[in-house]
């Protein structure tokens, strides 16, 4: 008699997707990637983080057909998301077209796109947030634009009067919210909390290099842009830590509450440490974000849980596993 065989792990060949199939390989899972027609070469390119299969697609709208879906459940797949598969498919879509396992709680999507939901999860969580503008007649300082979605930061923009904002936002009918700007030092702390051992993980830490903003000093000359085109490691000194887990904590308590079971699975707080040393939380990411991508085989801290490399990937698709093996994948996936 043969051993059953293990879901499938799948992802759009994008984002974190390298570190996905890497570490579900390294975990013995197979893997199958959703691919547009010019990546193709670069995904089979790399031995070891390759998907086994690859479902090649001209419009990623295509995932949300019956026969498309049919083709994922037949293969035991179980979708993680990650920022560019919330962009692509939409997060809407995915709560309601969307009919084959997610990994984690596809409901935290709704309460992280949504930035009036997100600011009431922060706050019943009791974790300090900046100060939201009304309207732009409130602006008394420099405030950043944002707007709702994974884009990566395209499209926010600083200012710092009425005026100002008027000038910049060009007649958008995108959903924006204005918000304090914070001085500090930006930390993404890398989060995993597991359903089944009721434990929370720090998993690595980094910051991002956002377009131009990071180097404007230099000039001080054109628009600055906060698009994310990369990511830093970084760890942080050993006495904030308290804070950054006890954040987390606070985060996860919160979720159960308002939607749950609450998050499960990664998940990322993306933070300014101000010269006070006190963190403030100006967005959730409820998924794996790309900066987990600088630690494939093991960050500072997961080799203080683990006495293998444990990236997010590979912690993803042991989950899975342990989830599999104890008759408990309705405890992962939704």
């Given at each position: 008699m043969s051993a059953k065989k293990h879901p499938t792990v799948g992802t759009i060949c994008?984002?974190?997707?390298?570190q996905l199939f890497h570490g579900a390989r390294t975990e013995g899972l197979s893997t199958l990637g959703i691919c547009a027609p010019d990546r193709v070469d670069l995904y089979e390119s790399f031995p070891r983080a390759r998907p086994d299969e690859l479902l090649v697609v001209d419009d990623y709208g295509d995932i949300l057909s019956e026969e498309f879906q049919s083709r994922l459940r037949e293969k035991n797949v179980i979708i993680v998301p990650h920022g560019s598969f919330v962009e692509y498919v939409g997060a809407e879509p995915l709560?309601?077209?969307?009919?084959?396992?997610?990994?984690?709680?596809?409901?935290?999507?709704?309460?992280?796109?949504?930035?009036?939901?997100?600011?009431?999860?922060l706050d019943l969580a009791g974790i300090k947030v900046p100060r939201n503008y009304n309207s732009p007649t409130d602006i008394d300082g420099t405030t950043i634009v944002k707007f709702s979605g994974?884009?990566?930061?395209e499209g926010f923009f600083l200012v710092d009067s009425e005026e100002d904002f008027h000038e910049k936002i060009e007649d958008s009918d995108d959903d924006y919210t204005i918000q304090e700007w914070i001085e500090g030092t930006r930390y993404y702390p890398h989060y995993y909390y597991s359903p089944i051992d009721e434990r929370l993980e720090i998993l690595g830490i980094d910051r991002r290099d956002e377009s131009n903003i990071d180097e404007y000093y230099r000039a001080g000359k054109g628009e600055k842009s906060f698009v994310v085109v990369g990511n830093k490691p970084l760890v942080a000194r050993e006495s904030l830590l308290p804070q950054l887990y006890e954040m987390g904590k606070k985060l996860v308590g919160a979720s159960k509450e308002l939607?749950?079971?609450?998050?499960?699975?990664?998940?990322?707080?993306?933070t300014i440490c101000t010269d006070g040393l006190e963190f403030v939380t100006f967005e959730v990411s409820g998924r794996i974000v790309a900066g987990t991508n600088l630690y494939p085989e093991g960050s500072p801290y997961s080799t203080y849980y683990y006495d293998e490399p444990m990236s997010t990937g590979r912690r993803i698709a042991r989950e899975i596993i342990q989830?599999?093996?104890?008759?408990?994948?309705?405890?992962?996936?939704?």
């Open positions: 994008s984002h974190s997707a390298l709560l309601s077209d969307f009919h084959v396992p997610i990994f984690g709680n596809k409901y935290t999507l709704k309460w992280e796109s949504d930035r009036e939901k997100e600011r009431e999860w994974a884009k990566g930061g939607f749950g079971p609450g998050i499960f699975g990664p998940f990322c707080l993306e989830a599999d093996e104890s008759g408990e994948i309705s405890q992962i996936t939704t």
